[in-house]
């Protein structure tokens, strides 16, 4: 197994001194996709950010948008991660399990993150957008996007996709992790075949917390 690769410097990033290996790495594609939202969109500090789904994506943009000054509401089907939720950064924390109306129960929020690995209830959650509100689908899924009509157009709501982030954003999303202490929940393999083949294991079981990064035995 190679122990280096050669890469052209234009196409690599410097880690701040803060920043891991590991810690950067796990940041290199999630980080940049979440941040790409406070960095290029009229995000602003004191708003009230919604964030639907705590994983892969979604334990970052807690911690991002709360970094940034924004008011963060954590959206989960359960009350399994609320203390994980606050742990992040999340100021209030929703199981949604058996509730038919948000209306009422929660503060309407500025932006709404769907992390979340499936198509959202859009009834539970449009009434509680401002008008006019954003709505910025990350996850990737081959299903048609629906939601109501007449809700989404008397409100003003905005669905923004964010794309993936150019190289200066890059940039700046590693200076601010690094600033504000930012990283990723990781779970760290060997870069062989058991490493591979327990990562994909424990990946199909349900049991990654939050992102892997495989290292080669004796190249920390």
Request: with cysteine; aromatic share 12%.
């Amino acid at each position: 197994m190679a122990s280096h690769i050669v890469f052209r410097e234009a196409f690599t990033y410097t880690l701040p001194p803060k920043l891991s290996l590991a810690a950067g790495a796990a940041l290199m594609c999630g980080g940049a996709t979440v941040f790409n939202i406070f960095d290029m969109f009229d995000v602003r500090p004191t708003q009230r950010v919604g964030i639907i789904g705590l994983g892969g994506l979604g334990h970052l943009a807690i911690q991002f948008a709360a970094k940034v000054g924004c008011e963060v509401v954590v959206f989960s089907s359960s009350e399994a991660k609320r203390e994980e939720a606050l742990h992040y950064g999340a100021h209030e924390f929703v199981a949604t399990n058996g509730i038919d109306s948000l209306e009422g129960k929660v503060r309407p929020v500025h932006h709404l993150i769907l992390c979340a690995s499936f198509q959202i209830p859009w009834e539970l959650y449009l009434p509680i957008l401002y008008k006019p509100g954003s709505i910025y689908p990350l996850t990737v899924s081959f299903d048609e996007l629906k939601l109501p009509y007449v809700p989404w157009l008397f409100g003003g709501v905005r669905i923004q996709a964010s794309i993936v982030a150019p190289r200066a954003g890059y940039r700046r999303m590693l200076d601010f992790a690094a600033f504000h202490g930012i990283e990723a929940t990781i779970e760290r393999y060997t870069l062989d075949k058991d490493g591979i083949e327990r990562a994909m294991q424990d990946l199909r079981d349900g049991k990654m917390r939050y992102k892997v990064v495989l290292y080669a035995p004796g190249a920390e």
